[in-house]
């Protein structure tokens, strides 16, 4: 016969083995609402697109005031592998040549998050690669990235009536899993767009316990464009959208606009279909860029929560001398 402490186990197992495959199936990408400012969490082709090297610290809090709702918390850099690029300076001069005989067509990027929803913990790893396309008056970008994914289970949130239980002490429920991603982007003075796949290649998440139990993460599709219009002196109006799927037909549309003043303040208001309706603030100060988002919820959760609340900081460096004339894209 099983002892209570392997029954437990036994229990333990079987809930989470319910709960993957609904984690799976929601919020398995992390959720954005200013993607307009840092694409190159969605899409690798845009890493270094822009020709700065670029440094993004994003926090988010979904449904603040409910006990364990989704967290996010990210950090990227992306860079132009120019012949005067931080990075080209401090390189071999053999190895700046090559660099320069590719026209300054490379970047890099990097990308790490972590995503706590409810009971599973999800932190990625992504290194990218993106190779861009000049052309007379825009640029044709493509982008792969490889990340890894490592699932652990949030024990604190978990709660089984005794103090530091040796069953959540002593059982482990971590597991790594690797994937890729690609990307393809376009860009020019005024407009963009773009299209890009998470794990294409649908890694196996495994749950070990009495039984091993495998999921395959599912891949995602975005489709992203926006169009930078000047309405008047010193004012701009961007309206852009963001069209996610995923491989089990669910349908997420984020449609929306901003207003500029003098490309140093913006303001704007996002719906996303069937979900929330997003406000967005934001101000460049020098080479940072400060910008916060608020999510109000259309469903009934709004009752229990105050909101979901979003901040983006970001450094970019490097000369204007560095990009295309033609790109203006803050």
């Known amino acids: 016969m099983k002892s209570d402490k392997q029954k437990k186990i036994y229990w333990l197992i079987f809930g989470l083995a319910l709960l993957i495959p609904s984690y799976l199936h929601s919020q398995q990408i992390p959720l954005y609402s200013q993607y307009t400012f840092n694409g190159f969490l969605i899409n690798p082709a845009i890493a270094g697109s822009e020709g700065y090297t670029a440094l993004n610290l994003t926090a988010r809090e979904q449904w603040l005031g409910i006990p364990n709702s989704p967290k996010t918390h990210a950090v990227s850099i992306q860079t132009r592998m120019l012949r005067d690029s931080y990075v080209g300076r401090s ?85 790594f899993v690797p994937d890729a991603n690609f990307g393809v982007y376009y860009v020019n003075r005024y407009f963009y767009a773009g299209a890009s796949v998470s794990d294409m290649m649908q890694a196996a998440l495994k749950l070990s316990g009495p039984a091993t139990t495998q999921y395959k993460l599912m891949r995602h599709y975005f489709l992203m464009a926006g169009y930078k219009a000047p309405v008047a002196d010193n004012f701009t109006i961007e309206p852009s959208f963001l069209l996610k799927a995923s491989q089990n037909g669910a349908v997420q549309l984020d449609i929306g606009s901003k207003v500029y003043y003098k490309e140093d303040y913006w303001a704007g208001m996002a719906y996303r279909t069937g979900n929330a309706l997003i406000f967005m603030l934001g101000m460049k100060v020098d080479k940072y860029y400060f910008g916060y988002a608020f999510d109000y919820s259309l469903s009934h959760i709004m009752s229990r929560t105050f909101g979901t609340h979003e901040f983006m900081v970001a450094a970019k460096f490097g000369d204007n001398a560095r990009r295309y004339r033609w790109l203006n894209r803050f």
């Open 91 to 175: 390189l071999k001069i053999k190895k700046r040549m090559q660099i320069a005989s590719r026209s300054g067509r490379v970047g890099l990027g990097g990308y790490v998050y972590n995503d706590m929803s409810g009971l599973i913990i999800r932190t990625g790893f992504q290194l990218t690669y993106g190779y861009h396309i000049r052309m007379k008056e825009s640029q044709l970008s493509l982008g792969v990235s490889v990340n890894a994914y490592e699932f652990r289970i949030n024990r604190q949130a978990i709660v089984t009536g005794e103090e530091d239980d040796p069953l959540i002490l002593e059982t482990k429920f971590n597991t």
